[in-house]
């Protein structure tokens, strides 16, 4: 079992989204082990994203990430990261497959819509930034035949 972190942007917080990206992260089979919304001011978005301090869209990406609420889940299943990723799409939603989350609902390639961590050790970093152990939940899905 592999946890990993996602977020539904400010973008897609506003246009009602929210239900719908965590619909289809259910639908892949994944376990929601935890949730809530919280709003980043800019310094948090800075240290959420400090990987991309030397990006030159890094100025631009965190006053995004800082300007609504977001909703921030754990997902838990068979390698979820790479899982997550494959449901976000690419990072560009021009570019991102027909029937990922970016491809539908994502406006540019920096308001996508969706976050999803990268690696075991950006998992591990961005699960802790915004939970802690008791916050977050084990479950057995149970999915019934036919049941959706
Ligand atoms: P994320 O980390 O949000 O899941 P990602 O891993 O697909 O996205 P990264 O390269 O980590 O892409 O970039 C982080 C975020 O920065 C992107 O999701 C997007 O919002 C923004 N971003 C990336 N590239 C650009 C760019 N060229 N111009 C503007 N914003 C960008
Ligand atoms: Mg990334």
């Known amino acids: 079992m592999e946890r990993t972190l996602a977020i539904v942007k400010p ?41 991309h301090r030397a990006r030159p869209f890094f100025d631009s990406l965190t006053t995004f990430m800082a300007s609504g609420p977001v909703a921030v889940l ?5 390698a979820a990261i790479s899982t997550v990723r494959t449901i976000m799409g690419a990072t560009d939603p021009a570019r991102a497959s027909p029937g990922t989350i970016r491809r539908d609902l994502g406006t540019s390639i920096e308001q996508n819509a969706v976050h999803g961590s990268d690696s075991r050790e950006s998992a ?6 915004f939970f802690r152990g008791a916050e977050t939940f084990d479950y057995d899905r149970v999915d019934r035949r036919g049941g959706g």
């Open 124 to 129: 591990g970093f961005e699960v802790s930034y």
């Open 74 to 78: 754990v997902l838990e299943g068979e």
């Open 11 to 51: 973008d897609a917080v506003a246009r009602g989204k929210i239900g719908e990206i965590m619909r289809r992260f259910e639908e892949a089979g994944l376990r929601i082990s935890a949730l809530k919304m919280v709003r980043l001011n800019k310094r948090q978005a800075e240290e959420f994203y400090h990987v």
